[in-house]
C-alpha cells in the first residue's frame, strides 16, 4: 500500500510539472512575442500576391523588419487580407504604404513598407471592427509599368484594327483616287503658276509703258507751256490796249449821247435807241474785256481754282 501511495504522488508531480511547462511554453510564446512585435492588416486589392507565402519577409527600406503571419480571402474575392507582425522598433506611421515585391530568379514574394516624406504620425490605432491596425496597399513600380505596357498594347491592337479598316479594298481604291486627284490637281496648279508668270510679266510690262507715256505727257505739258508763252503775252498786251480803246469809246458814246440830247428834241427817240445800243456793245466789250483779263484761261479755259461750284 505504502509504494502504491508513493507512485501516485509521483505521478501527480509529474504531471502538474507537464502543465506548467506547457503553461510557460504558451506564454512565452504569445505574451513574450506580442511584446516583442506588433501586428497590423493590410488588405490587397490591385496587386498581385503571387509568391507569397506565410513566413514571408517584411521589409522596410531593405531591413528585414517582420513576417507574415496570416493571410485569407475575405467576402470579396478581389481582396486579400493579410496580417503581419513587425518589429516594435520599426516605424510604421500612418502614410505608411505596402508594396508586393517578387525576386526575378526564384519569384518569391515579399512585402515593402515604404514611408512617404515627410512622414505622418505613428500608426497605433486600427479601426472600430479591425483588431489591429490596418497598412494602406500601395503602387508597385512593377505593377504600374505592366499595366502602362497592357495600356499601350491595347491601344496598339487598336490601332492596328483601324488601320486594318482603313486599308480595306474600297478604301484603298479611294485613297488612290485622291491620290491621283491631287496628282492631277498640282500639275494643273504648275501649268497655272507659268501662266501667272506670264501675265505677271505682261501687267510689268504694261505698267513699264504706261510709266513711260506718263513721263512723255508730262515732257509734252511742259514744253506746250514754254511753247505758249510768248503768245499769251502778246495776246494780254493787246487785251490792254482794247481795253484802253474800249474806255475811250464809251467816254466818246456818253459824251455823243448828251451832246444829241440836248440839240437835237425831235429826233430823240431813234437817237436814244442809238445810244442804247452804243451802250449795249460798249457793256459786250467790257465783258470781253473782263473774261481777257487772263490770257491763259481765255485760250486754255478757266483753271480748276477759278471754276464755279457746278464746274
Known sequence: MEAEAKYTYVGLAVLAL???LVTGIV???HTGSRSDFNFYTIYFERQNLDGL??????SMRGIKVGRVEDYALTKNANRVRVLIRIDRRAPVSDN???????RFVTGIAKIDLETPDPPGPLLTDGAADEPYPVIAEGTSNLDEIANRLNKVGETAAETLERLNDLLKPENRAAIDKALANLRDLTGGLNQRMGELDRTLKAVQGAAAGMDRAG???ANLADGAGQDLRPALQQAERTMKDLSAATGAL??????LSQSIGSTVTSSGDQLSAAAVELRATGATLNRLLDRLQDPRA?????STAQRGPGE
Do not use: C, F, M
Open 298 to 302: 481765255a485760250l486754255l479755259g478757266p
Open 27 to 29: 506564454w512565452l510564446k
Open 250 to 255: 464809251e467816254k466818246q458814246a456818253a459824251h
Open 96 to 102: 505608411t504604404v505596402a508594396i508586393v515585391n517578387r
Open 215 to 217: 513721263n512723255s505727257v
Open 53 to 58: 507565402q506565410i513566413g514571408a519577409d517584411v
Open 18 to 20: 507537464l502543465a506548467a
